[in-house]
T-cell receptor, first 110, second 114 residues
Framework: QKEVEQDPGPLSVPEGAIVSLNCTYS??????FMWYRQYSRKGPELLMY????GNKEDGRFTAQVDKSSKYISLFIRDSQPSDSATYLC??????????FGSGTKLNVKP | DADVTQTPRNRITKTGKRIMLECSQT?????MYWYRQDPGLGLRLIYY???????NKGEISDGYSVSRQAQAKFSLSLESAIPNQTALYFC?????????????FGSGTQLSVL
């Protein structure tokens, strides 16, 4: 069983839609949760990070962590064509190593 | 200029050849990492280094070796390339500060082994 499972998509939505991206994990020691965005032929860039359960909001993006269910989500409101990318969830227990999901490819149609 | 620079951007080679991928950073970070990315498998850690004298194997180190020439430079070598090493390779750095730990990635090297 992989440490981090991520819905593979691809996901195609119309501009303005609310997007929900999700990951589950098996290691209860994970305490640091991140979302990376990766454009085609680019390296991943950090989008959101959170250290605990609950919600964290940044503009149109909201990261949600439910440690009891070992489930994290990223919500994108009012999605834009520029949000089209692959989104990777990542987790760490002691900051020495990071464990990544396989990524969800998102396409936002104008 | 990019903070984390990888060279080359693309490389095509033949089975059995020795290949070196290079990474340099201007962020002043002590920690450096090499990952490979394959469709459906996400990012997998090959090697990581917390400083010039500290190098550690990741989850898929077989067939790879690394060299940390300086704080700013971390090279990945494939001693005898094989086709299943065809992948997108990323170098990354981090500060190693704990709660606000972040990984900063280069733009990647697409390697094809024929």
């Amino acid at each position: 069983q992989k440490e981090v499972e991520q819905d593979p998509g691809p996901l195609s939505v119309p501009e303005g839609a609310i997007v929900s991206l999700n990951c589950t994990y098996s290691n209860s020691a994970f305490q640091y949760f991140m979302w990376y965005r990766q454009y085609s032929r680019k390296g991943p860039e950090l989008l959101m990070y959170t250290y605990s359960s609950g919600n964290k909001e940044d503009g149109r993006f909201t990261a949600q962590v439910d440690k009891s269910s070992k489930y994290i989500s990223l919500f994108i409101r009012d999605s834009q064509p520029s949000d089209s990318a692959t989104y990777l969830c990542a987790m760490s227990d002691n900051f020495n190593k990071f464990y990544f999901g396989s990524g969800t490819k998102l396409n936002v149609k104008p | 200029d990019a903070d984390v620079t990888q060279t080359p951007r693309n490389r095509i080679t033949k089975t059995g050849k020795r290949i070196m991928l290079e990474c340099s950073q201007t962020k002043g970070h002590d920690r450096m990492y090499w990952y490979r990315q394959d469709p459906g498998l996400g990012l997998r850690l090959i090697y990581y280094s917390f400083d010039v004298k500290d190098i550690n194997k990741g989850e898929i180190s077989d067939g790879y070796s690394v060299s940390r020439q300086a704080q700013a430079k971390f090279s990945l070598s494939l001693e005898s390339a094989i086709p299943n090493q065809t992948a997108l390779y990323f170098c990354a750095t981090s500060e190693g500060t704990g709660v606000n730990e972040k990984l900063f990635f280069g733009s990647g090297t697409q390697l094809s082994v024929l």
